[in-house]
């Protein structure tokens, strides 16, 4: 069925590609939204298999589960308080302005925002080098080194707390956003350089040695034939530290101690109050909160579908 | 993976030629990070310290949010007016989480000057040592007349010293908001007793019309909802008998949880098993409830969501025996932290904010209970129908206040985590009442016991 889809006119994979990807259902969309809808293409829309009731039936349904919330938290976000309608008719940007004037939300948002650039890319960069030495060279301890990253899992970040507070206040680091970057790339970074070092592991090493015959140095050779190739594991990765930063509360909660350092989920937290809450102002900030996150996925999520089955390939 | 190798290593030795190719994501990559690095060392620099013989102190409030933010940003405006040498820091922290951010700076080190909190977690910070004793202040400032009794009371309680360790800012009141609309067209007045509620919540419910006359609370919160109604049902005045032993199991206790969860299922939601008190206010705003067990807290919740005109609250009625028992809610206040390097400033303020005119602008928004005796006077609290009537209750002689036990270390975890899940038992049906409470009651009375060990050996 892969090949009949592939050898349809005028849907030819990407000129470019660096691998031939695996199908995707964004794939699938990008061909049924072709400008061109003639008969023969919707006849062939529906004899292909994949757009069958019992493979549609169940992925609506599906998306039913998930997309419900979010339309209520856009209902609830655009409603006016007290209003009980279903179909937002009335809208309001009253809750917005609430949760972005009111609350600081402004800040907040600037604030995670450079949380998690910085963590992203201080987590790529070690997770390049990490991930490079682990899968490239041989050094003794190198399992008990990946058994212990596999560990460090398992320790859940509240138990950290009073020690890494401990640490960042003889740093002189609470109080400061680069806490929460560091806190968060030495949780993150684990599980960036086992991926990391499984995606580097499946690009052949005899693509760099024939860099290094032709006159690259080992780094040299690494920018140029590694680097290009790891773009989808870059992307998998990067966009976990990103969404991973981007939604941590403790930390920026227990070392922030200043109004202006918290971040979106801090903010988040203080429509629910000790005894109310404004559903309002808390569906509003869910908004915020989320847009980030559900672009980098429609951005990154072609690499990422990619990105993650070819780390799971363990050679 | 074969046939795209010569490509590859084609394209990239063109690039090489250019010899731009791979230097680009170096330099972008630097670039990128030192540009963060340098933005968020701007955001690091601390501003505690402030020159030309100015004070900063810092304030933790333990419920920050879109109403009470900006009400205490602007009290803190008038005081800096009122002190031009103080300089407050604000730092809103969320309710749910202000225990722990407490426990962490206590144990880290980073306190700050001056905190909000509620006597249910006080007794963990005065057992930190972590909070400064204000009888003397108080007194020295004339506050100690001017406080409600029993909001001094609890917070005294609290600690084994019996010493004041928070000005009280405001008292809250567990309350059963009606809804006046659907009590007046079924011709019923608000439940005075316990038989008018029972039989009232039974008359209001109409399932057929999703209409329901009670909403229970059967998620997080519902142990410190029912030990108020156990107390007001049965009219026992203390949480322990004379030889330490624990009143919760007492018949006429037991009997109030029967007919609450006799009235699960039948004139309540079945959702209500796994009520907190955001879905329990939530149902009733929507309309569906006529009557809701909770504080005075909700109450800008409720009006908003249904109109002044529509809903109203009542204390919670009469004891069996006729007598008005109360179990009191956490006391909010304002406390000074031992570690403060400013305590004559942080006092200033605790001492500005308990003033009548401030504590009346607070308690009038957040519509609850003014700890300044002398605001009792004031109109709006004519007005506020729920907040005066609680005060009414609060006030009246006759009425017993029965004092939670928040002194014993257990009491948060036996009632918050170990309790919760077996009162959802009852309610359906898998646990009796008797065995609940039987448990309920073994437990407090080991705590208690613990307890006096501790404190009296």
Request: net charge positive; aromatic share 10%; with cysteine.
């Amino acid at each position: 069925m892969s090949s009949d889809l592939h050898s349809e006119p005028g849907v030819s994979p990407q000129a470019g590609a660096p691998t031939p990807r695996p199908e995707t259902e964004s794939e699938d969309r990008r061909h049924s939204l072709r400008p061109r809808r003639s008969r023969r293409r919707s006849r062939r829309w529906s004899l292909n298999p994949r757009n069958r009731p019992e493979v549609i039936g169940p992925l609506v349904l599906y998306l039913l589960f998930t997309l419900v919330p979010f339309y209520w938290m856009l209902v609830f976000a655009f409603r006016p308080t007290g209003s009980t309608a279903i179909l937002p008719t009335h809208l309001t940007l009253e809750h917005f302005r609430t949760v972005w004037t009111g609350l600081g939300f402004g800040v907040f948002f600037r604030n995670s925002l450079l949380v998690g650039v910085a963590t992203l890319v201080v987590v790529s960069v070690f997770a390049l080098s990490g991930g490079y030495a682990l899968a490239r060279y041989g050094f003794r301890g190198r399992k008990l080194f990946l058994l212990a990253l596999l560990c460090t899992q398992f320790i859940p970040g509240a138990m950290m707390l009073i020690p890494l507070f401990e640490i960042f206040r003889q740093l002189h680091l609470v109080n400061n956003l680069w806490a929460l970057v560091i806190a968060e790339t030495t949780f993150q970074l684990p599980l960036s350089l086992i991926l990391m070092s499984g995606f580097i592991r499946n690009i052949p090493i005899d693509l760099e040695e024939a860099a290094w015959v032709d006159g690259c140095s080992r780094f040299r050779g690494f920018l140029a034939i590694v680097l290009p190739l790891l773009r989808p594991a870059l992307v998998a990765v990067g966009s976990f530290a990103f969404i991973g930063s981007w939604n941590n509360f403790l930390f920026a909660l227990m070392f922030m101690s200043d109004q202006s350092k918290f971040t979106i989920p801090v903010g988040l937290s203080y429509t629910l109050g000790e005894f109310d809450v404004d559903f309002g102002a808390l569906a509003a900030g869910g908004v915020v909160a989320a847009v980030p996150v559900v672009l980098v996925f429609a951005v990154v999520q072609r690499y990422l579908v990619t990105g993650l089955s070819a780390g799971a390939v363990k050679g | 993976m074969k046939f795209n190798q010569p490509k590859h290593i084609e394209g990239i030795t063109i690039m090489d030629r250019r010899g731009r190719h791979f230097r680009r994501p170096l330099v972008l990559g630097t670039a990128v990070a030192l540009a963060s690095g340098f933005l968020l060392a701007g955001c690091g620099s601390d501003g505690s310290s402030a020159g030309d013989g100015k004070q900063t102190i810092t304030f933790w409030d333990n419920n920050g949010g879109p109403d009470r933010t900006p009400l205490w940003k602007g009290l803190i405006a008038d005081f800096q007016t009122a002190n031009p040498n103080i300089i407050v820091k604000y730092v809103g922290i969320p309710a749910a989480s202000v225990q722990q951010k407490y426990d962490t700076a206590v144990a880290a080190g980073g306190t700050p000057d001056v905190g909000g909190a509620t006597t249910s977690y006080l007794g963990g910070l005065v057992a930190q040592k972590a909070l400064e004793p204000l009888d003397e202040r108080v007194s020295q400032a004339g506050l100690d007349t001017k406080l409600v009794p029993s909001f001094a009371d609890t917070i005294r309680k609290v600690s084994s010293d019996g010493k004041l360790y928070e000005v009280p800012t405001s008292g809250n009141l567990d309350v059963l908001w009606y809804r006046k609309d659907l009590f007046s067209q079924a011709s019923l007045q608000p439940p005075a007793t316990w038989t008018e509620f029972f039989t009232d919540v039974s008359k209001l419910t109409d399932a057929q019309k999703n209409q329901y006359g009670f909403t229970i609370r059967g998620g997080p919160g519902a142990i410190f909802q029912l030990l108020t109604e156990m107390y007001s049902y049965s009219g026992i005045t203390s949480f322990f008998d004379s030889s330490g032993k624990s009143t919760i199991n007492d018949p006429k206790n037991v009997e109030l949880i029967q007919k609450i969860a006799a009235l699960y299922k039948k004139d309540t939601p079945t959702a209500d098993v796994n009520n907190d008190f955001t879905k329990m206010v939530a149902q009733f705003g929507g309309g569906s409830i006529a009557v809701m067990h909770h504080n005075l807290g909700s109450s800008a919740n409720n009006v908003k969501a249904l109109g002044a005109d529509k809903v109203a609250a009542v204390p919670l009625p009469v004891a069996v025996t006729g007598v008005r028992t109360i179990v009191p809610n956490p006391v909010d206040g304002l406390v000074v932290f031992k570690a403060s390097k400013q305590k004559d400033a942080a006092w200033k303020f605790i001492e500005f904010m308990a003033q009548k005119t401030q504590n009346s602008i607070w308690n009038k928004t957040v519509g609850q209970i003014p700890a300044n005796t002398d605001v009792s006077g004031e109109s709006w609290l004519q007005e506020k129908q729920p907040v005066r009537d609680a005060l009414k209750a609060i006030d009246d002689p006759a009425t017993v206040t029965v004092q939670a036990p928040y002194y014993l270390p257990e009491f948060s975890a036996i009632t918050k985590t170990e309790m919760g899940p077996l009162f959802q038992k009852v309610l359906l049906g898998t646990l009796t009442a008797q065995q609940f409470a039987d448990t309920f009651a073994t437990k407090m009375t080991d705590a208690q016991q613990k307890y006096t060990k501790r404190v009296g050996g």
